[in-house]
């Protein structure tokens, strides 16, 4: 068996709440009790809403916390190079397709369900789709037009995950074709996810439930390219006084909020752990 190695991935694109601590208190104390390591992940691939001082306010925030990590911390952004020879491979195995269609044109097709709710995104309709036949064009060296991956209609997928057991979901009906590769020249969260966790060897994946869908769209993409699928550990969210899920918007539990409230990392650690015993 592997050694355990696991993962933090925050996005700096805000400060980190009380949320994501609890995702990371997870994935810390899951290396701890299997005598692993985590990695920290810097998610900077979002070139719209990413922010230089966020990424310094996540480390410190992390470490004020008392989490460790193996160094360096690894930046996608840095990766690039290796999300492009994914997608070359995903290429070569005609997978993909380039795809012109707008978000709109997507919902307003007849009959197009949305995923995960009417807030999620709606299901690629299979009539969108180019003939599997034809000729692929060529992938530019400045994509300007979207890559989506062909996924296999019909077929039933299933994970059990640490937190939630057994998940399943049918391929086309309860997700569809989806983003490989962005127009704006960004590789999708999908596929640098699969191709981190692969190549750096992360033997569990630990982020939280409004995810889980993901996690088969990410199967499709580990059995494309070859890859061992990584065990999966999906965190319940935390939501505020309201009931509504914590985002990077409620600045009133962001950790640097509780911090300059005097609010000490023992006392939120601990209360993680009350919470979970």
Request: include cysteine; hydrophobic fraction near 45%; charged fraction near 25%.
């Amino acid at each position: 068996m592997p050694t355990y190695r696991g993962r933090l991935a925050p996005s700096p694109t805000g400060l980190l709440h009380l949320g994501h601590a609890r995702t990371f208190w997870f994935a810390a104390e899951r290396a701890r009790a299997a005598g692993g390591t985590l990695l920290l992940r810097n998610d900077d691939l979002d070139a719209i809403r990413f922010r230089l001082d966020f990424v310094d306010a996540m480390i410190a925030d992390l470490r004020w916390l008392g989490f460790i990590w193996e160094e360096p911390v690894v930046s996608q952004s840095q990766r690039r190079p290796r999300y492009r020879a994914a997608l070359a491979r995903l290429h070569a195995a005609n997978l993909i397709y380039p795809c012109t269609r707008s978000r709109r044109d997507v919902i307003e097709a007849a009959g197009a369900p949305h995923e995960g709710g009417a807030d999620d995104e709606p299901i690629y309709p299979p009539s969108f789709r180019p003939s599997a036949t034809a000729p692929l064009p060529p992938l530019d060296e400045t994509i300007a037009v979207n890559w989506r991956f062909r996924v296999p209609d019909g077929e039933a997928l299933s994970v059990r995950d640490g937190k939630f057991g057994e998940q399943r979901a049918v391929v086309g009906r309860d997700f569809g074709d989806f983003l490989v590769w962005r127009k704006d020249d960004v590789p999708s969260y999908q596929l640098a996810c699969v191709v981190d966790d692969a190549e750096l060897g992360v033997t569990e994946v630990v982020r939280g439930a409004d995810l889980i869908r993901s996690t088969f769209r990410q199967l499709l993409l580990f059995r494309a390219l070859g890859w061992a699928v990584p065990d999966f550990f999906h965190c319940p969210l935390m939501n505020d006084d309201r009931g509504e899920r914590l985002a990077k918007r409620h600045d009133a539990l962001a950790l640097r909020t509780l911090r300059e409230r005097g609010v000490t990392p023992t006392e939120i650690l601990a209360k993680f752990a009350a919470e979970n015993a």
